[in-house]
């Protein structure tokens, strides 16, 4: 019997250091770089005297990413690639031995490049890497599908290399999970961005790590990775209640690798504020409750979250999508059948098959017959 078709919607390039190059050659030591630190190696300087997430932790997969051992391995950095990460082909093999047959890729170490205050930087950065993973999932157009990257500071500027993402097979664009504090996602001045997004019919991810702001906008920096998700939380009110999915019906929003074991009570308490607040004399933006937002306009990736999968009547199956995280610390490769099996052992073949394939073939448009 052939294996139902299978994608991870959440997989990973490691950016390269010579993608940094250009940029530094232009903006000095103000631009992003790669830089050697004595506690976890190599990691993205952003040049602004922050430092992103080790490089060695977005290589790490197949390991116990939290033992001592692991953390000492985390400090040689690109050394820990396997040679799937930067070799097509091979990573095609390792496709295979995961029992995926394609994937939607994300970057990694760009991720903190948000968070840079200038913002000529910022669109240098991002182009360059959209330039640069262009190329990469060229290399097998029907099995890598690449997602760009934007900043939302300058809308008529995102718009353009949103097109031009578009217009290079991109089947996606990377906006930040949180917004800046001076001007949240419900401030109309959005809404020409979130329009040409529709138009192009071009989701927009949202990855975890990747608030305009550190932290996600949480308080505590011990808070950034568990309870990452409640920044999320508070773009998906903010998008729902401010009536920009009403006004955007078309629009998707892809909340990406913060699990989703938190989601159902999420949606229980928007309805229960909903209706306890008058419905619409509450929330005149909104004519119906804020549930039917989420299904008309999200979409929510996991990884290995029995929780969600317990509750996906409340969240929508068809809301959900699986990705393997791959070749991160934290990934499921190349367990990916076996946790598979595990957290679905109590769905029907139909759910899981929503889940691993039909949903992000019909969100991205995908060349697969489902």
Not at 4 to 11: H, W, Y
Not at 22 to 37: D, S
């Amino acid at each position: 019997m052939t294996r139902p078709l299978c994608i991870s919607a959440d997989s990973h390039v490691v950016e390269p250091p010579e993608l940094f190059a250009p940029l530094q050659k232009r903006f000095g030591e103000r631009a992003p770089h790669i830089r050697m630190t004595d506690e976890q190696g190599p990691r993205l300087d952003l040049g602004n005297g922050k430092l992103g997430i080790a490089v060695g932790s977005f290589l790490q997969a197949g390991q116990d990413f939290g033992s001592p051992d692991a953390l000492e391995i985390r400090k040689r950095g690109y050394e820990l690639a396997r040679p799937g990460v930067y070799d097509v082909a091979a990573r095609l093999e390792d496709e295979a031995l995961d029992g995926v047959d394609a994937e939607v890729v994300y970057p990694s170490l760009i991720f903190n490049v948000y968070q840079i205050e200038d913002l000529d930087i910022i669109k240098a950065a991002f182009t360059s890497y959209n330039d640069w993973v262009t190329d990469y999932v060229s290399q097998a157009p029907d099995r890598l599908f690449g997602l760009a990257s934007v900043q939302l500071y300058d809308l008529d500027h995102a718009i353009q290399e949103m097109q031009r993402a578009k217009n290079a097979g991109h089947v996606g664009l990377g906006v930040p999970a949180t917004a800046p504090p001076s001007r949240p996602y419900s401030d109309p001045w959005y809404d020409p961005f979130w329009a040409a997004a529709e138009e192009m019919k071009m989701p927009l991810t949202m990855h975890i790590f990747t608030g305009a702001t550190p932290n996600h906008g949480l308080p505590n920096a011990h808070a950034d990775y568990p309870l990452a998700f409640a920044g999320a939380m508070c773009t998906i009110a903010d998008l729902i209640y401010s009536g920009v999915c009403e006004r955007f019906p078309g629009l998707r929003f892809v909340i990406t690798e913060f699990e989703t074991g938190w989601t159902a009570h999420m949606l229980d308490r928007l309805d229960w504020a909903y209706k306890r607040r008058g419905g619409t004399r509450g929330y005149p933006k909104i004519p119906v409750q804020p549930s039917h937002y989420w299904q008309q306009n999200f979409r929510i990736t996991f990884e290995d979250d029995p929780i969600g999968i317990l509750t996906r009547d409340k969240i929508g199956s068809e809301t959900l999508l699986w990705g393997s995280d791959y070749p991160h610390g934290d990934s499921v490769f190349p367990e990916s059948q076996a946790v598979l099996d595990r957290i679905m052992a109590g769905c029907t073949p139909n759910e899981r098959y929503l889940m691993t394939a039909k949903n992000v073939v019909e969100l991205y448009d995908l060349p697969f017959e489902v």
